[in-house]
């Protein structure tokens, strides 16, 4: 994942499990290829069902590139539902060194175990 727009749910550099195919609702946060150009793929969530697509929107409401801007989105160009959000290794370090209080040696000896 990469950009702003779905900060704080999913930030920069965030690896996604995605399902393609499924049902989808409200809620969801879902890869859909862009209305105005197929070629690139955006991290929306689902807001409402709208004139036979979706409305999506970014969970950053000052992010550009979203419903507001191109309107409902076809079921076809909907790909696929985010199941889970995979840190990357040194940003999950990182998150776990900001719980533990910064005791990075703390977390260098627990992986090292």
Do not use: C, H, T
Request: proline share 8%; aromatic share 8%.
């Amino acid at each position: 994942m990469s950009g702003a727009s779905m900060v704080p749910a999913y930030y920069d550099g965030d690896r996604l499990l995605v399902r393609y195919g499924g049902a989808l609702g409200p809620g969801d946060a879902v890869l859909a290829r862009d209305p105005r150009d197929p070629q690139l793929v955006l991290l929306k969530r689902i807001a409402r069902r709208e004139g036979g697509g979706w409305w999506l929107l970014a969970d950053n409401p000052y992010a550009p590139g979203d419903s507001r801007q191109f309107g409902a989105v076809p079921d076809a160009l909907v790909l696929g539902r985010v199941v889970v959000r995979l840190w990357p290794p040194r940003a999950a370090r990182a998150r776990l060194s900001r719980l533990s209080g910064g005791s990075a040696g703390v977390l260098r000896r627990w992986r090292r175990r």
